[in-house]
Structures are given as C-alpha cells and as structure tokens.
C-alpha cells in the first residue's frame, strides 16, 4: 500500500460512498454546491458507463478516500466514428489531494482501457492540472467539441503510440453529459446527503473564464 492508500475495483456496494467522495470533492468548486454526484449517479445508469474502468482508492482502513469512473465517447469523422474512453468525475476527499491519488487512479485506468482495446483517451478539463500527466490539447490530433470549434479545455492522450493519429472529428460525449440537472432535481437528490453550506468562490470564477477559452480553427 504505496503512500497510505491502494486502489481496487468499485463494487455496487460502493456507489453510494462514491457519491459522498464526489460531492466533498467538487463542492464549491464550480458552483455554489455542486451537481457531479448527481452525474455520477445518473452515468451508472448509461449505456455508455464503463463499470470495468470504475475505481476507487482506499486507505489502510477500507475507507474510500478516491475514485475515477469512465463512460465511452466517440470521436465522428468523414469517415466513420471511433471509440475512445472518457473518464469523469474524478474525485480525491480534500484531506487527501496532492497526495498522489488523482495520478494512481488515471494511471492505472488507462492501462485497463489500453487493455480493453481503446487507443485513447479524450476528457474535458484543466490543462494546467492534465498537462502534467500527458493529456494534450485534443486540436494537436484534430478533435474538436460537438460543435466544430476547438477548445482549451478539451484533452487528449494516446493509449498506444499513434493511438489517435489520423482520428479527426468531433468529439461526441455520452448523451447523459448533456442531459439537463433542473434545480428541483439536484434539491431532492442532494437531500439524502449531510448538509453542507454553498459559497462562491474564486475557483468558480476562474471556471467560468475557462468555459470561453476557444481556440483558432487554424
């Protein structure tokens, strides 16, 4: 059990801590409160959920401290479309952040989906965070979003050498990414949860500054 924790395959048993993870780990962060447990209940339900790329970090007494699930996406171009792997949420309890975690979860989820056959993998997120582990942006291997443009935010790492060399299109995430969370909802599933208090903060204002970092079609 390198650095205090290890990782094993999230069992249903672990869903609902799960949950709990992503909801400390993103709340706040991107909104007052967050919506991602909520997604991450809902992916589970998908037919593109990935369950055999669904982990979870532990520590030395079972406690569930990290987890990482995926969903499968599709990059569409002229000449058909490709699989790759998405993963998101990934979530780490803030007690244990920069702790190595959030690293030992993708790393090892990405020999498993190099195992399985995908050749890539494309998410969307934080450079400055993803840079750092390889992931690139998806206009060096010509993924653009769904609606043609190109986006800082919007990553990409090959699984095998020239994974993705010569997968042009856009990227098509899975539909329950784009399956509205109405207030009311996110109300009464969020109330089965220990009550936390909503901020703003200045991660939420720099997440929004993020949301208009296009970049040029050339």
Same mark, same amino acid.
């Given at each position: %059990? +390198? ?34 447990? !909520?997604?991450? #209940?809902?992916? $589970? ?7 055999? =790329?669904? !982990? ?10 990290? #987890? ?18 998405? /993963?998101?949420?990934?979530?780490? =309890? ?12 993708? $790393? ?7 195992? %399985? ?9 934080? +450079? ?12 060096? /291997?010509?993924?653009? %979003? ?7 935010? =919007?990553?990409?790492?090959? !699984? ?29 599933? +969020?109330?089965? /949860? ?16 993020? !949301? ?7």
């Amino acid at each position: %059990m +390198d650095g205090g924790f290890a990782l094993r395959p999230t069992r249903p048993r672990d869903w609902r801590q799960t949950e709990v993870v992503v909801r400390e780990a993103f709340w706040n962060t991107y909104q007052p409160g967050c919506c991602e447990h !909520l997604l991450l #209940h809902r992916l $589970r339900q998908s037919s593109a959920y990935l369950p055999a =790329l669904d !982990l979870v970090a532990v520590d030395r007494d079972g406690q569930i401290v990290g #987890h990482i699930a995926y969903t499968r996406s599709q990059i569409a171009g002229a000449h058909g479309s490709t699989a790759v792997a998405t /993963f998101g949420p990934i979530s780490v =309890l803030p007690g244990w952040q920069r702790q190595g975690v959030g690293r030992a979860l993708i $790393r090892r989820t990405e020999a498993l989906a190099a195992g %399985m056959g995908y050749r890539g993998i494309v998410i969307t997120g934080d +450079d400055a965070i993803y840079s750092r582990l390889g992931y690139q942006v998806s206009k060096v /291997f010509g993924i653009a %979003m769904a609606d043609g443009r190109y986006h800082a935010a =919007l990553l990409a790492r090959e !699984l095998v050498p020239g994974g993705l060399s010569g997968v042009r299109g856009r990227f098509i995430q899975a539909p329950v990414f784009d399956q509205p969370i109405e207030p009311r909802q996110l109300q009464d599933f +969020d109330a089965a /949860f220990a009550p936390k208090k909503k901020a703003v903060t200045p991660t939420q204002q720099r997440y929004q500054q993020n !949301l208009s970092r296009y970049l040029p079609d050339d």
